[in-house]
């Protein structure tokens, strides 16, 4: 009886042994993704994508951030149980950026953490750390699912209540698992939220009228039947306004062509304003409807008949928020009184038309730097508040 009972206990230890291996092939890319389904279905605030986007994300010639990346998955392990998952990715464009800048030689990333416990979490990212050393990276930016332009950050406010769209959620455990590693914050990413139907405060009223007096300034929708021409006006503000900003890394041509595909069934005219001096445009301000509002019933999925309600959604959004993600100033005009005026007049305009033509009662801009003081002085002008700050943290390796 007793050497049966021995090899019965050996069996036992064995499967419960936690295990982190390279994902390999189909089978492992599935398991990677079905992971995150699995361990979240539970958490109320989380927003389920749509698996053939994470597909999409996760594939070499499919995802341009591929083509200027050296990308590695890895999935924990405890007998036949997937249990966790993470990548490990070195960015060449953010390596070349200047260290000032929170990128810079050296520096590589992990994200996509999941991970079904604390022990499972630290494995995990001790492996991508691993692999980052391995490469020659002498620190680590994390977490960043995968790009800046992307998922940035780890979740550290506003767990009770979902993200808006191309906005992350993690769970609060997350935060804990990473600060008992070491890893010290460093920066904070905030969104703000506002009651869009309340007309804004007396003062930026009368900046937005004396701004609509002024013939110098034209602000205008964007034209769709002209995307390509329009894309690449907003993309030549967005590299001259954000090229100094702490984490920025410039798009290349095919994430410009990648982008505008995966925007443009969202783009609204009417919600995306391109600001003109002079007949010169000088700023931008990007527009979405919330489309996690209609994803996160559909757990994830298109078929058998979700692909026909979204394509009825996108025909006419009719959506609670709005997002702000993406706004610009040319360099040359960032510190005159002019690019906050021009900031409030599109606002203005894409305030109303947020109202009156979608039904929207609430917005939300984001994400912006703790220290962006022009940004938050913006925010704080349109007595909106801070609802949710995502951490980027740092690590020597």
């Known amino acids: ?29 599935n398991a990677f993704i079905d992971l ?69 030689p050296g520096t590589g990333n992990w994200g996509l953490l999941e991970a079904e416990d604390e022990a499972v979490a630290k494995a995990l990212i001790a492996r991508a750390e691993d692999w980052l050393r391995a490469k ?27 993200p808006t769209v191309m906005m992350g959620h993690q769970p609060e455990r997350y935060q804990q698992y990473i600060e008992a590693l070491d890893y010290q914050p460093a920066k904070t990413l905030r969104t703000y939220e506002l009651d869009i139907l309340q007309p804004f405060p007396p003062l930026i009223q009368r900046v937005v009228q004396s701004g609509l007096r ?98 009825w959604w996108l025909r006419k959004p009719r959506v609670k928020t ?3 993600p993406l706004m610009g100033v040319l360099k040359k005009h960032q510190s005159s009184r002019l690019a906050s005026q021009l900031a409030f007049m599109m606002i203005e305009q894409i305030r109303r038309n947020a109202v009156t033509r979608y039904g929207a009662t609430r917005g939300e801009i984001g994400w912006v730097l703790d220290d962006n003081q022009g940004m938050n002085a913006i925010a704080d002008a349109i007595e909106s508040t801070v609802n949710k700050e995502y951490t980027i943290y740092e690590k020597a390796l």
């Not at 620190?139 to 995968?146: C, F, G, I, Y």
Request: aromatic share 8%.
């Open 36 to 104: 995150a389904y699995r361990l979240n279905r539970s958490d109320p605030s989380w927003v389920p994508p749509l698996r053939m986007e994470m597909v999409e994300l996760l594939t070499l010639g499919k995802n341009p951030f591929f083509d200027h990346a050296d990308v590695q998955l890895f999935l924990a392990r405890r007998g036949d149980a997937v249990v966790g998952r993470i990548s490990a990715h070195i960015d060449h464009l953010a390596t070349a950026m200047d260290p000032a800048q929170g990128m810079g």
């Open 322 to 324: 709005m997002r702000v």
């Open 136 to 162: 020659g990276m002498t620190r680590v930016l994390a977490p960043l699912s995968m790009s800046i332009w992307e998922e940035p950050g780890q979740l550290t406010k506003g767990f009770d209540h979902p």
């Open 214 to 311: 002024n013939a110098k300034i034209c602000i205008r929708n964007v034209d769709r039947s002209k995307f390509d021409a329009e894309a690449a006006i907003i993309l030549h503000i967005l590299n001259d306004a954000w090229s100094d900003n702490w984490g920025f890394v410039p798009f290349t041509d095919a994430e410009i062509a990648y982008a505008g595909k995966k925007f443009k069934p969202i783009v609204r005219e009417d919600l995306i304003m391109i600001a003109e001096y002079e007949g010169e445009p000088v700023a931008f301000m990007m527009t979405l409807p919330d489309l996690n509002e209609v994803l996160k019933p559909m757990g994830g999925n298109l078929f058998p008949f979700n692909w026909a309600k979204l394509l």
């Open 1 to 29: 009886m007793h050497c049966p009972l021995q090899a019965n206990k050996g069996s036992i230890v064995a499967k419960s042994e936690l295990i982190v291996a390279p994902v390999a092939g189909k089978a492992g890319l």
